[in-house]
């Protein structure tokens, strides 16, 4: 039985450093906790943990490229980067994935085995390793499974599968999943892409979730996420050309890319809040 492919697993959002990007946060509302350094060394993280299972990764790179003498592997590896050029903000987001390394039964042979029945491109790479290392000293390990093409980060999921358990790396416990802004887990992700490319892309994302849109029409497509968890909180990729003069604003500096989140939350506080680079609708 193939593995599912529509399970949101978190969304990454780039801010200048954690400690910033933790004090706004918790300024929002939010529960924020301390994540730990990436197994590289170029970034490191805070999360805010929802009781359906997502969570939201805050993260920061450790140095600026100048820290790192010229032509060394370090500086080389932080230029290159997956989330080096990227402008803050929500930058990236993750399905789970089964943590496969090899054929035939990564999620990249599935998803790419959807896309070239109908005569599409592969849409993903083979997978590599990664992980960080939490500041109690626990390792963990998991799969990246990254898009093929060229310009699709924050526009497709990436896919993280574990190797070490979830709930390793995954808050879960009572007083780390409990918001003071009441949050529930996330009810939607956002995707704004040029009316050109809506097609293309709606279809890209069929072959990724592995089923069909829910609703669509010729400004957006809304498809169906599962979570780790059933809270009740339901979930949505939405995929969408801009609807104002903001959005619009927004496709043409970022391109297509993920937009905003929306978080569904209790009590009655509702409405539109930023942090500094991103969006966030409570619901």
Known sequence: MAPPTNILDHIVHLAPNVKDATENLTKLGFNVLAGGTHADGLTENALISFPDGTYIELISFTHDPSYYPPNSPERTAR????????????????FLGNGQLDPPNR????????????GGEPIYKAEVPGGRLRPDGVRLDWVITAGEEEGVLGLIPFFCGDVT???????????????????????????????????????????????????????????????????????????????????????????????????????????????????????
Do not use: C, M
């Open 107 to 118: 999620i990249s042979d599935l998803v790419n085995a959807r896309a070239q029945a109908h």
């Open 165 to 283: 358990e979830r709930g390793l790396r995954v808050p879960s416990s009572a007083n780390e999943i409990t918001h003071p802004v009441g949050a529930q887990g996330v009810t939607a992700v956002r995707i704004l892409v040029s009316e050109e490319d809506l097609a293309k892309r709606k279809q890209q994302l069929a072959d990724i979730i592995g089923a069909e849109a829910l609703q669509a029409n010729e400004h957006s497509v809304h498809f169906p996420l599962s979570k780790t968890k059933d809270n009740g909180v339901k979930g949505a990729l939405i995929l969408s050309v801009p609807q104002d003069d903001d959005e619009r604003e927004y496709l043409k500096t970022h391109g297509s890319a993920l937009y905003e989140l929306h978080v569904k939350v209790s009590g009655d506080q509702s409405g539109v809040v930023k942090t500094p680079f991103g969006r966030i609708v409570l619901e």
């Open 79 to 94: 230029e290159s980067h997956r989330w080096a050029n990227k402008s803050l903000g929500w930058i990236d987001y993750a």
